[in-house]
C-alpha cells in the first residue's frame, strides 16, 4: 500500500511523513526532493526557468512513477493534488491524508521554515502571505478534501493519526502481490 500525504505548503508533509515511514517500517519518499535530485535543480530554479506548468507536467510524471511503489509514504507538494487529475490518480493508487491546518497556522509554520525557498511565497510581507494562503487554500481545498483521511492537530498528533491509518488499512487491505499481467491476453 501507498500513503500519499497532502495539504498545503508547510503543513508539515516531509517532516511527519518521515516519522511515520520510521513507525510503520514503510520507505518515504518527498516527490520535490526525488524531481530535485534527478534534475539536479531546485524547486525554486525549475519555477525560474521553465515556469509553473512546466513544473507541474514534471510532478505528474514522478507521481505516476512513484505509483508503483510498496509500502511508502510519499509526501507530495503542496500543489500536486490540484494538476493533471493526479487526485484522482494517488485515491486509485493508494491512500490519501490531508494535513490540515488553518490560513493563520500556516502563515507561520511558512514563516518558520524556510519561506524564500518556496517559488510562491517568497518575498511575501505578513499581510501578502495570508492573503495568498487563504486564496490558494480556498482554491485547494475542493481537491485536498477528496483524501480518504482527513488529519489535524499539532505533529505529534497528526503523526499517531497517520500511523493508526496506515496499520488499519494494512490490516483492511492485506499486501498481497500482484499477479502478473500478461502482454498478450488470452481470449
Do not use: W
Not at 498545503?8 to 515511514?21: D, E, H, L, P, W
Not at 525554486?44 to 505509483?67: D, H, P, V
Not at 480556498?138 to 493508526?164: C, H, L, P, S, W
Request: proline residues 5%; aromatic residues 10%.
Amino acid at each position: 500500500m501507498i500513503f500519499f500525504l497532502i495539504g498545503f505548503m508547510a503543513c508539515g508533509k516531509t517532516t511527519i511523513g518521515k516519522v511515520v515511514a520510521e513507525r510503520t517500517g514503510y520507505d518515504f519518499v518527498d516527490l520535490d526532493c526525488l524531481i530535485e535530485a534527478e534534475k539536479g535543480k531546485t524547486v525554486s530554479q525549475i519555477f525560474a526557468e521553465q515556469g509553473e506548468n512546466a513544473f507541474r507536467k514534471m510532478e505528474r510524471e514522478y507521481l505516476q512513477q512513484i505509483c508503483s511503489l510498496k509500502n511508502t509514504i510519499v509526501a507530495t507538494g503542496g500543489g500536486v493534488p490540484c494538476f493533471h487529475n493526479n487526485m484522482e490518480l494517488m485515491n486509485s493508487a493508494g491512500k490519501t491524508i490531508y494535513i490540515k491546518f488553518s490560513p493563520d497556522d500556516l502563515k507561520t509554520r511558512i514563516q518558520l521554515s524556510s519561506q524564500n525557498s518556496r517559488p510562491l511565497v517568497a518575498e511575501k510581507n505578513d499581510e501578502e502571505l495570508l492573503q495568498f494562503i487563504r486564496e490558494n487554500l480556498t482554491k485547494r481545498e475542493k481537491y485536498y478534501e477528496q483524501a480518504n483521511f482527513i488529519v489535524m492537530g499539532n505533529d505529534e498528533e497528526i503523526a499517531k493519526q497517520i500511523v493508526e491509518f496506515v496499520k488499519k488499512s494494512k490490516q483492511t487491505f492485506p499486501l498481497h502481490p500482484k499477479p502478473p499481467i500478461s502482454p498478450h491476453p488470452t481470449t
